[in-house]
C-alpha cells in the first residue's frame, strides 16, 4: 500500500498530464471539447469508456488516462475495435499508461 503522500502526488501528475494533454488538443484543433477518462481494471473498459466519450459528440477529442496493465498494443488494439464499428467518429486520441509515457493520435491513423 503507497502512503498518503504518493497518493496525492500520483494524483497531481494526473492532473499535470491531463492539462499537458488538453494543451496539445487545444492547439492542434481549435474549438473542440476534450473528455478524459480514468481506466482502471480490465482491458474491455478502455472500449466502453472510449465509446461513452465518443458518445457525447463524433468530433470530440478524448484523453484516456490507463490504470492497470494493459499494454499500448492492448489500447490501440481496443480503440481501433470502436473506430471500426463507427467511422463517424474524429478527432484526437490522448493515452496515457499508468502516468508515464503519454501517446498523441488521430482517429485517422487507426484507418
Known amino acids: 500500500m503507497k502512503p498518503p503522500s504518493a497518493k ?22 481549435a474549438a473542440s471539447e476534450v473528455v478524459a477518462q480514468n ?15 465518443k458518445k ?3 468530433n470530440i477529442n478524448v484523453f484516456l488516462n490507463i490504470d492497470s496493465n494493459v499494454g499500448i498494443g492492448e489500447a490501440r488494439r481496443r480503440i481501433k475495435q470502436v ?13 496515457s499508461l499508468q502516468g508515464e509515457k503519454i501517446y498523441f493520435w488521430d482517429t485517422s491513423s487507426f484507418r
Open 8 to 29: 496525492s502526488h500520483n494524483s497531481s501528475v494526473q492532473e499535470r498530464q491531463e492539462s499537458k494533454a488538453a494543451a496539445h488538443l487545444a492547439k492542434n484543433q
Open 39 to 53: 481506466i482502471t481494471g480490465k482491458a474491455v473498459k478502455i472500449e466502453t469508456r472510449f465509446l461513452e466519450a
Open 56 to 58: 457525447k459528440a463524433d
Open 83 to 95: 473506430l471500426n464499428r463507427h467511422p463517424e467518429y474524429t478527432g484526437k486520441i490522448v493515452v
